[in-house]
């Protein structure tokens, strides 16, 4: 066929086309699809390869699926206009499809001068088409298809992803059971030693705050006491190694068990320690005593 036949032909076929098609849509109120068949009886120089040529040229056209491949095609070719809006130069055209009738003409025939000279001068028409039209229900089943067999690799998945979560989880409590417990064996182990070293700090101590209250209240003076607050200025005035309070309380209490003239006494939020009959050398003895014991 001549190119310039050609155009002529399928820009007219176009052209009737989609006059039946915007008159049938407008009368409708919707875009129904239509078979080749019934097309036919208002356009007889209609048939398939027209069909595929102008959907193959100005893929906006229409929409064009396959009832079935099985049967006579000008019956089972279903042919639509699409619902969504043309656009020309980038406008999106919300008219009736009446009003779009010369818009699309435009456009086609753009399309069609684009694909002929894309074409040449040595190849056939014939070469424009490239649509092929699909079933109409294949994306359907496609779908349906890809959603079972989604389903099924997924529950596959689920399963072995569920049994190796629950391995994994299983195998991480008890890394983290053990990393607890490890944890827990540790921070005990290092308040033990923390413990010690506090305990050997405080009995270093001992003599020191003896001294102090020997110093305070030496024998003979009658009974004296001090509150702790007291105790703490007194003790860290004279140390280059001054001792917190807690520690300088904790000391009294071990003066209190080891030596019987220095008596630790709490009463509500007053704390006091009683100094009495000091007796430098039996104490100190009493002390050393005590310390091996413990």
Do not use: W
């Not at 413990?195 to 209250?213: G, P, V």
């Not at 080891?258 to 039996?282: C, E, T």
Request: net charge positive.
């Amino acid at each position: 066929m001549e190119q310039s036949h050609f155009r002529d032909s399928i820009i007219s076929c176009f052209k009737r086309l989609d006059t039946v098609m915007a008159i049938e849509s407008q009368r409708s109120h919707e875009s129904r699809k239509y078979t080749l068949k019934e097309l036919q009886q208002q356009l007889p120089e209609l048939d398939v390869e027209k069909i595929l040529l102008i959907k193959s040229i100005f893929p906006e056209s229409y929409d064009v699926k396959m009832l079935t491949m099985n049967a006579d095609i000008n019956e089972n070719m279903l042919i639509s206009l699409y619902d969504i809006s043309s656009k020309n130069n980038g406008n999106i055209m919300k008219n009736s499809p009446l009003m779009r009738l010369i818009p699309r003409l435009r456009l086609f025939s753009q399309a069609v001068d684009t694909k002929m000279n894309e074409l040449g001068s040595n190849r056939s028409v014939e070469d424009l088409m490239t649509f092929k039209p699909e079933l109409q229900n294949k994306d359907k089943r496609k779908g349906i298809c890809q959603i079972e067999k989604k389903a099924v690799v997924k529950n596959e998945g689920t399963k072995f992803q569920f049994h190796e979560r629950a391995s994994n989880m299983s195998s991480n409590k008890k890394s983290i059971l053990q990393r607890i417990r490890t944890k827990e064996r540790n921070n005990v182990g290092i308040e033990r030693e923390l413990h010690r070293r506090k305990q050997r700090f405080i009995n270093s101590k001992l003599e020191m705050i003896y001294n102090a209250f020997y110093t305070e209240c030496p024998p003979g003076s009658g009974i004296k006491s001090l509150t702790m607050t007291q105790v703490a200025r007194i003790l860290n005035d004279a140390s280059q190694n001054p001792m917190a309070l807690e520690d300088i309380v904790e000391g009294v209490k071990k003066l209190d068990k080891a030596i019987a003239g220095i008596k630790y006494v709490a009463i509500d939020k007053v704390r006091l320690v009683r100094i009495h009959n000091l007796n430098r050398s039996i104490d100190l003895q009493n002390l050393k005593a005590t310390q091996k014991l413990t």
